[in-house]
């Protein structure tokens, strides 16, 4: 079998807000072979520069465009294939979107794998440790409190047992602050998780404070209080504080997430399999649960991430919860024909070979970018 295309397609909301919303857009890889099999992926990146990455030519031999790189290669040799684009991007890779393209490439590569050999990717991975995740509601906060507690409220009543909220206007007045924390835990009662996500929003000394002041309130965890590159930061704020620190989505590569591990001290890794690929999430969950960490997934986007990070999560011994995407987007909620089941609060493994999620060709049609 052979890879005889590599497509990017760019996805988009008519409207795009200023927002830190990653649903108001996607893009997906799909990779076509000989054998008639269609492998599926996606990226959450910015989707111009990953499509620009993909349909490159090539300029020499450490400068080439992903599409240029894979055809007529073997879909199933998906470590060698990583190796042969980490090699043959050097010169403007290693980091940032080039990963992020490929990661969206390595997903589209398992799902041609399973689907060759008739099995989910779970079973690829080493095989199914559990057939079910916990999901938790992830959101991004209101502009009021009484917005933020409408939508806590309804994440509860959709039996959900763990709802997250994040970025602004929270992180920039601490009055302010405590009275969103305490909003939303008293909506969601004392039985259920409250996630809060501070989206970089702090220096080291001021996410100290602000863990100590909500350390009634029992938050599940504090996310990325600090900017990704402040390994020091880390490592001061998580010496520091009694309450679990979760951070991770703005890596990926292996060695970053070492250092946030090592250097930064954070107790639970956030890996984004549309910003890592399958084939590096499997390396980092293996080095957190060496080093006693558990694994969250990171996902604002679509099921294509979501069945990606479920077959992830239920095949590593240090998964913790699975993060589902609840905003109110036709891309979140449609794209998929065959979306993730989730019920009772909870994230059912694909059965289907592969992933398990195609797209739904007529919201592809609706927002394809020309």
């Given amino acids: 079998m052979k890879i005889t295309n590599v497509e990017a397609l760019w996805l988009a909301l008519p409207e795009i807000s200023a927002r830190p919303d990653s649903s108001q857009d996607a893009l997906l890889i799909k990779i076509t072979t000989d054998a008639g099999i269609v492998g599926w992926g996606e990226v959450d990146s910015c989707p111009s520069v990953v499509k620009a990455i993909i349909e490159a030519p090539m300029s020499h031999s450490q400068v080439i465009g992903l599409r240029a790189l894979l055809i007529g290669e073997d879909p199933l040799d998906t470590t060698c294939l990583w190796e042969k684009m980490h090699?043959?991007?050097?010169?403007?890779?290693?980091?940032?979107?080039?990963?992020?393209?490929m990661a969206g490439v390595d997903i589209a590569l398992w799902d041609i794998k399973g689907k060759a050999f008739n099995v989910p990717v779970v079973t690829l991975?080493?095989?199914?440790?559990?057939?079910?995740?916990?999901?938790?509601?992830?959101?991004?906060?209101?502009e009021t409190v009484e917005k933020t507690v409408d939508r806590?409220?309804?994440?509860?009543?959709?039996?959900?047992?763990?709802?997250?909220?994040?970025?602004?206007?929270?992180?920039?007045?601490?009055?302010?602050?405590?009275?969103?924390?305490e909003g939303v835990r008293r909506a969601i009662g004392e039985r259920n998780d409250f996630m809060l996500d501070v989206g970089q929003a702090w220096d080291a000394k001021t996410a100290i404070r602000r863990a100590q002041l909500f350390e009634p309130f029992r938050l599940f965890w504090i996310e990325e209080p600090l900017r990704p590159e402040d390994y020091v930061g880390y490592g001061?704020?998580?010496?520091?504080?009694?309450?679990?620190i979760a951070a991770g989505e703005q890596q990926c590569t292996v060695s970053e997430y070492q250092r946030l591990i090592d250097e930064g001290g954070i107790d639970i890794v956030q890996i984004d399999i549309t910003r890592?690929?399958?084939?590096q999430a499997m390396q980092i969950a293996a080095y957190a649960h060496v080093k006693g960490r558990k694994v969250c997934n990171h996902n604002f986007t679509t099921d294509f991430n979501s069945a990606a990070s479920l077959h992830f999560l239920c095949a590593i011994p240090n998964?913790?919860?699975?993060?589902?995407?609840?905003?109110?987007?036709?891309?979140?909620?449609?794209?998929?024909?065959?979306?993730?089941?989730?019920?009772?609060?909870?994230?059912?493994?694909?059965?289907?070979?592969?992933?398990?999620?195609?797209?739904?060709?007529?919201?592809?049609?609706?927002?394809?970018?020309?």
């Fill in 87 to 101: 090699a043959s991007t050097l010169y403007y890779g290693r980091a940032g979107a080039v990963i992020q393209a």
């Fill in 125 to 142: 991975l080493g095989g199914a440790l559990r057939e079910r995740m916990r999901v938790y509601s992830s959101n991004l906060f209101q």
């Fill in 152 to 181: 806590a409220k309804r994440a509860i009543d959709d039996g959900h047992t763990g709802v997250k909220f994040g970025w602004p206007p929270f992180g920039l007045d601490e009055a302010a602050d405590l009275r969103y924390v």
């Fill in 236 to 244: 001061r704020v998580s010496a520091a504080t009694s309450q679990h």
């Fill in 276 to 279: 890592v690929g399958l084939t």
């Fill in 319 to 370: 998964a913790l919860v699975m993060e589902y995407c609840v905003e109110p987007s036709e891309l979140t909620s449609s794209l998929a024909r065959n979306p993730v089941r989730i019920v009772d609060g909870y994230a059912h493994l694909p059965e289907e070979a592969g992933i398990g999620v195609v797209p739904n060709e007529e919201i592809v049609a609706k927002y394809l970018v020309k």
